[in-house]
């Protein structure tokens, strides 16, 4: 069956960085566009960042956008998500997921796989 694993979230300061991954498995990960997504304590499930089925082509949400780095190896079946000068608001459980598609898209409702998440958490 299909498995989307993340891990490298945790503890951080305010200004500091993470590096999340997602290793995929039971999928033709290359075939997939895939996206990370985060949902805050009382907040609704938010997109964070998508990338095409070749890397080649990705979109941010405005409030990551010059931090964050989305990013791919097919090679290896994992997604990567580079998170630089975190800040407090940025707290919050990390998803990867993944659609049967070679475009990226921001719209959680296209995706047919999740992961359990990650906690991210920066301290001010």
């Known amino acids: 069956q299909v498995q989307l694993v993340e891990s490298g979230g945790g503890l951080v300061q305010a200004g500091g960085s993470l590096r999340l991954s997602c290793a995929a498995s039971?999928?033709?990960?290359?075939?997939?566009?895939m996206g990370w997504f985060r949902q805050a304590p009382g907040k609704e499930r938010e997109f964070v960042a998508t990338?095409?089925?070749?890397?080649?082509?990705?979109y941010y949400a405005d409030s990551v956008k010059g931090r964050f780095t989305i990013s791919r190896d097919n090679d290896k079946n994992t997604l990567y998500l580079q998170m630089n000068s975190l800040k407090p608001e940025d707290t919050a459980v990390y998803y990867c997921a993944g659609r049967p598609a070679q475009t990226r898209n921001w719209d959680p409702s296209r995706y047919s796989y999740w992961g359990q998440g990650t906690q991210v958490t920066v301290s001010s």
């Open positions: 039971g999928l033709t990960f290359s075939s997939y566009a």
């Open positions: 990338i095409n089925w070749t890397g080649g082509s990705t």
